[in-house]
C-alpha cells in the first residue's frame, strides 16, 4: 500500500539530503541484494538504492522489484535513485505519535525573522554600466 500524500511529501523530504545505502550493479536484482535492502529498511526505515549505469535492468522494473516485498514502498524515483519506505513495526520514525510529537516540537518554536537589507536603487543601464563610464 503506498503512503499517504503528505507522508510521501515528507519521507521525500527526510530522503533528500540521504546518501545511497544499497548500490545495485552489475548482477542486477539478486537474491542477496533483496536481503541487504530488507536488513537495511529494517535499521533505517527509508533508503536510498543506487543503480549503476551497468545495470541490465531498467530503473522502473528493479522499483517494481524491490516495491513488491512485503512492507516495502517506493517512495519516489528520481534518475537513477529510487527511495525506499518500510515503517517500522515498533518505533517508525516517520508515522505515529513520534512523527507527531517531532514535527510539533518544531512548530513550536517561533521562527527568527532576519532584518531586511536596503536595495540600491539602479537605473536603467545597471550599476556595472555607471562604473564604466567616463567621468
Not at 18 to 31: F, R
Not at 88 to 102: D, F, N, Q, S, V
Amino acid at each position: 500500500m503506498m503512503p499517504s500524500g503528505d507522508l510521501r511529501r515528507a519521507l521525500r523530504g527526510h530522503g533528500h539530503a540521504m546518501s545511497a545505502i544499497v548500490q545495485i550493479g552489475k548482477a542486477g536484482v539478486t537474491p542477496g541484494l533483496i536481503k541487504q535492502v530488507q536488513l537495511a529498511l529494517a535499521d533505517h526505515e527509508l533508503i536510498k538504492v543506487k543503480i549503476g549505469g551497468e545495470c541490465p535492468v531498467d530503473r522502473h522494473e528493479i522499483a517494481d522489484l524491490l516495491g513488491r516485498e512485503p512492507g516495502i514502498d517506493v517512495v519516489q524515483i528520481v534518475g537513477r535513485v529510487v527511495l525506499l519506505y518500510k515503517r517500522h513495526p515498533r518505533t517508525p520514525r516517520y508515522e505515529g505519535k513520534r512523527a507527531l510529537a517531532a514535527k510539533g516540537a518544531g512548530a513550536s518554536e517561533p521562527a527568527e525573522e532576519k532584518p531586511k537589507r536596503a536595495r540600491a536603487a539602479k537605473g536603467k543601464r545597471g550599476a556595472r554600466a555607471r562604473s564604466r563610464s567616463k567621468p
